[in-house]
């Protein structure tokens, strides 16, 4: 079967999700300032910054960071091998219904965490930054609140401006998901592990990876979108299991 057969076989909406992903990519890779405008306004930002659009709950999820080619490309890979395999067994109108209640549940948890963590990590920056202890800082920070410092307030409006998270991620994590309750002992191979590991274990090992991750603050990724995309992923997996309405759910827990 040639390349363009294979792409022709691949259900609508997996197809069409690829498109998009990849097109927006290449038109910021393409236009650098288009890509910058495109991550600035329909990039995932904090509510509560001036930069905060509700949109951006939608569209976040169809950006990647034109920087980082890696990012795309495990995100399209992993829904094109595991997206068409969902889509043929539950029918394309359930499919995106799922894809999209993962990416936009990845984006509500991750403004949830924003909301809970930004103050304490606002302070523990700009103490280390004026050689302060946390405690001073705090007290600083809540009497310029207190008084309405505009200095203050410009600083903690511009740091939420900073909060931005794009990619598909949270949706992938829920079709990893959807994927391990279908089919939960069907072997996937990792790149660095040679022998299979059934898909059930897999999605395990990525959600604890994640929490931890998440916790220690590793790196620049948005760990907790990904926990939230599997959150949602398994609410509404389970409620139609409830509902007795999920298709194909011979190997469905």
Not at 16 to 40: E, F, K, Y
Not at 42 to 55: E, R, S, W
Not at 150 to 161: M, Q, V
Request: net charge neutral.
């Amino acid at each position: 079967m040639s390349i363009s057969e294979r792409f022709r076989s691949i259900p609508p909406v997996t197809k069409n999700l690829l498109i998009v992903n990849v097109i927006i990519w290449a038109m910021g890779m393409i236009l650098p300032s288009l890509g910058t405008w495109l991550q600035s306004h329909l990039g995932l930002h904090m509510i509560g910054g001036t930069d905060f659009n509700p949109v951006q709950i939608i569209t976040y999820m169809f950006l990647h960071d034109i920087h980082n080619p890696l990012h795309i490309i495990f995100n399209m890979f992993t829904l094109w091998m595991f997206g068409r395999i969902l889509e043929q067994v539950w029918g394309s109108q359930r499919f995106f219904v799922f894809y999209m209640i993962c990416g936009i549940g990845a984006a509500l948890v991750q403004e949830g965490v924003w909301a809970l963590t930004f103050q304490h990590d606002y302070i523990t920056e700009i103490a280390r930054m004026n050689g302060l202890t946390y405690d001073t800082m705090k007290g600083i920070v809540d009497r310029a609140i207190a008084t309405g410092d505009p200095e203050f307030l410009a600083g903690i409006a511009a740091s939420k401006n900073m909060m931005l998270t794009v990619g598909a991620s949270g949706a992938i994590f829920g079709l990893l998901l959807g994927f391990a309750m279908t089919f939960p002992n069907m072997p996937l191979y990792l790149f660095f592990i040679p022998v299979p590991i059934k898909a059930k274990y897999m999605v395990i090992g990525y959600a604890v990876l994640e929490f931890f991750l998440g916790v220690s603050g590793g790196g620049t990724v948005a760990h907790f979108a990904h926990l939230g995309g599997l959150l949602f992923g398994l609410i509404l997996l389970l409620y139609w299991k409830h509902k007795g309405t999920l298709h194909g759910g011979k190997g469905f827990y």
